[in-house]
């Protein structure tokens, strides 16, 4: 970002989706049943029953709470995830999981199974968000302007308590599990590193879990095909003359000319894109320099000069999260199992974006939302936002139907290798 200067004034327009900032607000169904209460669909396997059981195993639900919590009060951003990581690696060494680390720089790659083939993936993204918390509850946040306002505690907490069912159920595997635990989700690089350094080797298909505010805790909800949106960004750099706020006659104000253009951009999606292709066009920061008294940040009509960078290094473009229709019907009925068929949503497609995308462009997968909305805990804002909260109900579901969609693959695998 380019400073003020005696003549010049520049201004830095972003044109970022923010990943997984959730726009549609859909109404929930009264919550039917929890993990504690379902019942699994008639024909379901006694593996679905014991995966239940062991998720929603009193023990384990105050383990995985502890655990998003000590995850909660301690939350670090992109790259930085040294502690988050250092606490998956010690309840992976608890539990006798292998594991390889670092990969992408704080990552961390397990399996759990025979270690051989089929191998099906399990990810869970681990990064915080500069935000400061306002909720006021006993595990808030202990560093300044910093929050997992996103809910990765939680993911991550979800994926341990799969592993701890799964390896509980490992006489019963039929291949191998792996467990993806991704940083730098909210900058859009960390499932391209991962990838890189090897995360989906020998992977066939791969599971994702984000919690979501849409839907009440208890219940799950995906889509076949077109999930997500994309998302990808740009720069403007805008110039003009600097000069005194009180006599404007002698500058050429950039801040006018950005104004403008910020206006004028909406016209790409109101008059430039088919009305019936779902597109958000959006300025996120505008920088006019720290000197309020300075006249500062169309150019042309207004006489300053343009740069526009598209290259994406800071905010790199992420492509639309997309679901395998078979992996998505995989994923649906193992958690009927879990749930039960009530509480098994097929969700609207959401305009926000994740980098789970890019891992859906390498091997089969889906994306799920978890629940977590319980208006009586206030746990109604959404992602990115310092109010945000979950109901911790929620943990033992994502775990469960974490395992429950592993179980699952391996099994349908193995058939279908025999036949």
Not at 186 to 209: R, S
Not at 244 to 252: D, E, G, R
């Amino acid at each position: 970002m380019a400073a003020v200067g005696a003549t010049t004034t520049t201004l830095l327009l972003i044109l970022l989706q923010i990943p997984f900032l959730l726009f549609l607000n859909t109404s929930a169904e009264p919550l039917n049943s929890h993990l504690s209460s379902a019942v699994p669909e008639s024909g379901s396997s006694s593996a679905k029953e014991r995966i239940a059981a062991l998720a929603n195993d009193e023990a384990t639900v105050d383990w995985m709470r502890r655990v998003r919590r000590k995850l909660h009060e301690n939350p670090e951003l992109a790259y930085e995830e040294y502690e988050t990581s250092e606490l998956i690696r010690e309840e992976l060494d608890r539990m006798g999981i292998s594991y390889r680390w670092p990969v992408a720089k704080t990552g961390i790659v397990a399996t759990i199974g025979s270690g051989e083939p089929p191998f099906v993936a399990l990810r869970a993204d681990m990064d915080a968000l500069p935000i400061q918390e306002m909720v006021e509850w006993e595990h808030k946040s202990k560093v300044d302007g910093k929050m997992h306002a996103c809910g990765h505690d939680a993911h991550v907490a979800m994926l341990l308590g799969a592993a701890k069912v799964l390896l509980q159920m490992r006489d019963t595997l039929q291949g191998t599990v792996v467990l993806i635990f991704q940083p730098a989700e909210e900058k859009g690089n960390g499932a391209k590193d991962m990838i890189q350094e090897g995360a989906l080797d020998k992977v066939e298909a791969i599971f994702g879990i984000h919690v979501a505010h849409v839907f009440n805790a208890g219940s799950v909800a995906s889509r076949p095909g077109q999930f997500l949106a994309g998302c990808g960004s740009f720069k403007a750099k805008i110039t003009g003359k600097g000069g005194h706020a009180a006599i404007p006659q002698n500058s050429i104000d950039p801040i006018i000319a950005a104004s403008s253009s910020v206006i004028s951009l909406q016209n790409i999606v109101s008059r430039e894109a088919d009305p019936l292709d779902s597109q958000v066009v959006s300025v996120a920061m505008i920088n006019g320099g720290n000197a309020f008294n300075v006249i500062g940040a169309q150019a042309a009509v207004h006489r300053c000069t343009s740069e526009v960078d598209f290259d994406g290094k800071e905010h790199p473009s992420i492509p639309p999260t997309v679901n395998d229709p078979e992996i998505y019907e995989l994923a649906r009925q193992a958690s009927v199992d879990i749930v039960g068929e009530s509480n098994t949503k097929v969700s609207p497609s959401f305009m926000g974006s994740e980098d789970f995308a890019f891992y859906l462009e390498k091997v089969p997968g889906s994306f799920m939302f978890v629940g977590i909305r319980n208006e009586k805990l206030g746990a109604i804002y959404p992602p990115h936002n310092p109010y945000f909260s979950i109901d911790e109900d929620a943990l033992p579901v994502g775990a469960a139907v974490h395992a429950s969609f592993a179980h699952s693959f391996l099994s349908s695998s193995t058939r279908n290798l025999s036949s």
